[in-house]
């Protein structure tokens, strides 16, 4: 079956380093998204990406976050210089169809990147 | 503004029991996506199902079932002969029908299973 591959699957960073995070899709996925959960909390939706653009992108999403789809098969997430509260855990998920398709088929999510700023 | 009320934090029941976890959501579109999404303690996120807003039919998938009502704003997710496996924190979530992956996600509510 496939799968969205996140990696590493586990980062420590200090504070005010940049940070990676490399996601690398279902090949024939069209919409790429990067969501965060803080330990214990919800999760929280940070950006979307179609046709090499950013779509949309939520209020947590400043300019201290960027990503990219460099060669046609990762999606990263950069994060200039990381805070401690960007401590978290990072989900890449991709879908084939942005809002059509069978209702019990769609978003693909990723193991997820622990980061942990110190 | 969107919003998620998932009101049970925490439910645990005997393995072979029904399970119903709620879901209650806040919306002024009149279209929109409705979500749920399992979390198993390995900590990644499965996808289970989307709902479209215009489509009231309830979905049955294995053991799996929803219950969508537009009345009461509710997107109800029921477990039948629930298994130790089945053990995990439950995310619903609501997306406008612009971005679907643009979600709001509610609290969750964490199933124990019990042998």
């Known amino acids: 079956e496939p799968e969205v591959t996140q990696t590493p699957s586990h980062q420590v960073t200090q504070m005010g380093q940049e940070v990676i995070l490399r996601c690398v899709p279902i090949s024939n996925h069209l919409y790429f998204y990067w969501y965060r959960q803080i330990l214990g909390q919800k999760v929280e939706f940070l950006v979307s990406f179609y046709n090499n653009e950013i779509s949309e992108k939520s209020e947590i999403f400043d300019d201290q976050f960027s990503v990219e789809r460099p060669d046609g098969s990762n999606f990263t997430l950069k994060i200039r210089s990381t805070k401690l509260e960007d401590s978290a855990m990072y989900f890449c998920?991709?879908?084939?169809?942005?809002?059509?398709?069978?209702?019990?088929?769609?978003?693909?999510f990723g193991s997820g990147t622990r980061l942990t700023v110190v | 503004a969107q919003k998620v009320t998932q009101a049970q934090t925490e439910i645990s029941v005997v393995e072979k029991e029904d399970v119903t976890l709620d879901c209650v959501y806040e919306?002024?579109?009149?279209?929109?996506?409705l979500f749920w999404y399992k979390q198993p303690p390995s900590g990644e996120l499965v996808f289970l199902i989307r709902?479209?807003?215009?489509?009231?039919q309830n979905e049955i998938s294995g053991r799996y079932s929803w219950n969508f009502q537009k009345s009461t704003s509710s997107f109800n997710f029921t477990i039948t002969a629930s298994q130790v496996v089945d053990s995990a924190v439950y995310f619903c979530a609501l997306s406008d029908n612009t971005n679907a992956g643009k979600s709001t996600f509610g609290d969750g509510t964490t199933l124990t299973v019990k042998p």
């Open positions: 709902r479209n807003s215009f489509d009231e």
């Open positions: 998920a991709s879908t084939q169809a942005g809002t059509g398709g069978s209702s019990l088929y769609g978003y693909t």
């Open positions: 919306t002024r579109d009149t279209t929109y996506y």
